[in-house]
Every structure is written in C-alpha cells, then in structure tokens.
C-alpha cells in the first residue's frame, strides 16, 4: 500500500504553545483528511481538504494540502489541554479508492 | 463519533473461538470499512463494502477473517479461530458515497482480547 509518513512522531508542549505537524509521501494524494482520536474512542475528522493548495480552518486548527500534491501539515494554536489525543492524517487516492492513515502524531499538553 | 454505532465496545475470546464484530452506519450511509489498529499505531485498512457487495478486501487475511454488508441489519467482520495476534482494535467507518470526497466517519470500536 501507499506509505504516508506522519511527523513527529510524539510533542510534549507546554499549554498556549503552537503545534504543527505534518505528513508527507511519495505518492500523489486527491484528498487529504486529520482526525483526531482520544483514548478508547474512534478518530473524529477534524478538516477535509479536497484542493492542491488549500488552506482550511476549523476553530484553532488549520490545514493545507500541500501544492505539490505529496503533503499536508496540521497547524494547532494556542494549544490548550483537551488538544491532547493522537492526530492521523490520511490521504486518498482516487485510483485506489481508499484511504492510508499514517502512524500518527501523540501530542501532550503540559498545564 | 455519533452516528456509527459498533457492538460490542469490548470482546474477550479464548483462542480457537470465534470473534463477531458488528457495525451499524450513519443514517443514509451505504458504504462501510474496516479498519484495525494496533496499540501506539495507526489504522490500517482491512475491507471495503457496500450493501451486499464487497468492493475491496486487499487488507484483510485470506484466511479466518471475512465480512458482509447485508441489505438488511450491520455489517459484520467476522474471525473465526481466533489467534493472539487478533488482539486489536477494530474500527468501522462508512460514508454515504464513495470515498471520492465523502470523508468517513468512524465509530468508537471494538477491543478484542484474545486469551
């Protein structure tokens, strides 16, 4: 399947910090999606985003997908503690027809 | 995480049992996937279906797992002989469409421990 790297791996900010992370690939994307999961849940979509340089906010989260087809980064800001969960992008591809998730990016906010 | 509804939330089997995991969609949803997760890792696509069709199953093991979408009731993701390594968490998404801009939207899973 397609390899969607997702970076970093894990932050540890402090409360009001800004975040960002992203996820990158080889491979072209039509559509790129963040979710988050909290513990014991299933992921919750965050944005869609459907166009090559598309920048998309929801709240305190901002998104685009990158010009080049191939990434897509997630800004946070003002983090605040319910910001901590496991964020996952995944992208689509249309000839495929089905979405690869990467690994995720842990993100713990200190109070 | 609304709307799909998966049952049970948590399953405890002994190996060599069989493992029944059930997925109700969204309202007005056709389309339904499975996915499992590891601890510390991402979801990893396992079988893509619609209502009495299975569209893609490239991620699911040839052999002990199987799923249907019915026309009526959930889809079911089945695994028969159960193995430790079946311990996951296995999530179900579906979307109203195809995936071609129809985000999905997932339930809470189901936690399979295998003894």
């Known amino acids: 399947g397609q390899q969607l790297n997702q970076s970093p791996q894990s932050m540890f900010i402090q409360e009001g910090e800004d975040v960002s992370m992203n996820c990158t690939s080889s491979?072209?994307?039509?559509?790129w999606l963040w979710y988050k999961q909290d513990p014991g849940e299933g992921p919750v979509l965050l944005i869609a985003?459907?166009?090559?340089?598309e920048l998309t906010s929801n709240g305190r989260l901002t998104a685009q997908f990158g010009i080049t087809r191939k990434d897509s980064f997630l800004n946070i800001s003002a983090s605040i503690p319910s910001d901590v969960g496991i964020y996952f992008c995944?992208?689509?591809?249309?000839?495929?027809?089905?979405?690869?998730f990467g690994s995720g990016t842990k993100l713990n906010v200190k109070p | 995480n609304a709307g799909v509804m998966q049952n049970p939330r948590h399953l405890v089997r002994r190996r060599g049992q069989e493992a029944r995991l059930r997925c109700s969609p969204m309202?007005?949803?056709?389309?339904v996937y499975w996915y499992r997760q590891l601890p510390e890792e991402g979801l990893k696509f396992m079988v893509y279906?619609?209502?009495?069709?299975?569209?893609?199953e490239s991620g699911m093991p040839k052999e002990r797992f199987s799923a249907e979408f019915p026309k009526e009731g959930p889809s079911i993701l089945r695994i028969q002989q159960v193995v430790r390594g079946d311990s996951a968490a296995y999530f179900c998404?579906?979307?109203?469409?195809?995936?071609?801009?129809?985000?999905?939207?997932f339930g809470d899973g189901t936690r399979l421990s295998i003894l």
């Open positions: 998404a579906s979307s109203p469409r195809d995936n071609r801009n129809q985000p999905q939207h």
């Open positions: 491979s072209i994307f039509n559509t």
């Open positions: 985003l459907y166009k090559a340089g």
């Open positions: 995944a992208g689509l591809q249309y000839n495929f027809n089905k979405f690869y």
């Open positions: 309202k007005g949803h056709s389309h």
């Open positions: 279906l619609q209502k009495e069709n299975i569209i893609d």
